[in-house]
């Protein structure tokens, strides 16, 4: 209950810089404990402390609204992080198929440089190992983190950094465990997710600013 | 009462308190709340604005395995509590003249 408290505080707060909302966060979660240590329940302590909107609004009336971070952040759910994920899978897989029908047309055509269908097929094991790195490092470059949501440009930076680690580091894999992979693929593979992956932010950002919520 | 009035009063309320001993959060809104309505919501902003502008400093403390943030007084923010009380005069002043003025338009 106090998670959750804290969570949509948070998200109320989203226009405080990360370190400023971090202490008030803090004062709370504090405030709460102290309380429930006092002997009255967690139910009672959250309502005691208040709405989390009264709350927000209380504090942020008290900065200057040129202080505030106020890019538009949108937001189609609280939990907009765990939507993105799946959005990204959903591109990560789309990708994988889209690269893979390709290749099935240059086979077809003739012009296979030696691949055969059989080898292709081993091209969708690699979803197994792609997908799970691929959301790692979009969360080492912080692709899920609300700061950085409502910034396009720093979006779109770390969207291409995150598929130039990815391509990179796999090609080394391949390299040195031999495993077959061809690079045209692989490169295919890559610049559509990156480009989907771009195009889809950038579509839910303008949505989100028409939308106004910010 | 005007908020930014109210504001500015409890901010030398909370540095009378925390000028006595060093306090937590809620142990404030407990002291100051026999005087005063007070809310989170109005004193941690203010914390904040008195922290900002040195007239608090913080520190951590660990209480029931948990961490306890306690708020103390700088020699700035005893510097700043003293000028608002030498400035009392003045100020029961300016309150008695707009009662005394209130009192004579309701006549």
Redesign the interface.
């Known amino acids: 209950m106090i998670d959750k408290f804290i969570s949509k505080l948070e998200f109320q707060l989203r226009t405080l810089k990360s370190k ?1 909302r971090k ?2 966060l ?3 979660e ?2 709460i ?3 429930i ?1 006092s002997g009255i329940s967690e139910k009672q302590a959250i309502y005691e ?2 709405k989390t909107k ?2 927000a609004e ?2 942020l009336s ?1 900065y200057n609204k040129e202080k505030l971070n106020m890019q538009p952040i949108y937001i189609f759910k609280r939990y907009f992080n765990k939507v993105y994920i799946y959005v990204d899978i959903a591109i990560l897989i789309f990708s994988m198929v889209l690269s893979n029908i390709i290749f099935y047309c240059v086979l077809l055509s003739g012009l296979n440089n030696g691949l055969t269908v059989n080898k292709m097929t081993t091209h969708s094991l690699w979803l197994l190992f792609l997908i799970p790195m691929h959301i790692i490092m979009s969360y080492v470059f912080g692709l899920y983190k609300i700061e950085n949501i409502s910034n396009l440009g720093v979006q779109i930076l770390r969207t291409i950094g995150v598929n130039a680690v990815v391509f990179v580091s796999l090609r080394l894999v391949f390299i040195f465990t031999n495993a077959f992979c061809s690079t045209g693929w692989f490169s295919i593979y890559i610049i559509f997710s990156c480009m989907l992956e771009i195009i889809i932010r950038m579509i839910l950002f303008f949505v989100s600013c028409m939308k106004g919520e910010n | 009462m005007d908020t930014q009035i109210r504001k500015g009063l409890i901010e030398f309320c909370v540095l009378t308190v925390l000028h006595k001993k060093d306090s ?4 404030m809104i407990k002291d100051l709340s026999d005087y005063i309505e007070i ?4 004193l ?6 008195l922290e900002i502008a040195g007239y608090l400093t913080t520190y951590t403390e660990e209480y ?1 395995n ?4 306690y708020f103390q007084i700088t020699k700035k923010g005893k510097e700043y509590l003293y000028s608002f009380k030498k400035e009392k005069i003045q100020i029961i002043e300016i309150l008695n003249f707009i009662e005394s003025e209130g009192e004579q338009d309701d006549r």
């Open positions: 400023e202490k008030y803090n004062n709370y504090e405030s404990q102290e309380k240590d402390i208040g009264k709350i209380e504090i008290s | 937590y959060g809620y142990q809310s989170e919501s109005t941690y902003p203010l914390l904040r604005r029931k948990r961490l306890r943030k």
